[in-house]
């Protein structure tokens, strides 16, 4: 069974830097497309980045292009978020996700999930 963890959300203030960690057991991971995903409160879930499963391929959402980059490393089963220039409105419970394909295809292939990692952002 495929296990995600996040890591590395926290309180910050605005214009500071953070870097979300995801470690994936339970599967292959370095077949398979990642993503990023937030829900900010009271909003629906909305799709941030993704990347393929080499890493070769990555897809952002508009509102975070330029200050977030996403990262693999699959000799450790790991993806990254890096996030620079936080804002207030990327306050967000943040997941990551594991596709069943190994290219970015749409959201409905991301089936497996993990729990969230919470990054709040101060005025």
């Known amino acids: 069974q495929v296990q995600l963890v996040e890591s590395g959300g926290g309180l910050v203030q605005t214009g500071a830097s953070l870097r979300l960690s995801c470690a994936v057991s339970?599967?292959?991971?370095?077949?398979?497309?990642m993503g990023w995903f937030r829900q900010a409160p009271g909003k629906e879930r909305e799709f941030v980045v993704a990347?393929?499963?080499?890493?070769?391929?990555?897809f952002y959402a508009d509102s975070v292009k330029g200050r977030f980059t996403i990262s693999r490393d699959n000799a450790k089963n790991t993806i990254y978020l890096q996030i620079n220039s936080l804002k207030p409105e990327d306050t967000a419970v943040y997941y990551c996700?594991?596709?069943?394909?190994?290219?970015?295809?749409?959201?409905?292939?991301?089936?497996?999930w993990g729990q969230g990692t919470q990054v709040t952002v101060s005025s």
């Open positions: 990347i393929s499963w080499n890493g070769g391929s990555t």
């Open positions: 996700a594991s596709s069943s394909i190994s290219y970015i295809t749409t959201e409905a292939d991301f089936g497996s």
């Open positions: 339970g599967r292959t991971f370095n077949h398979y497309a």
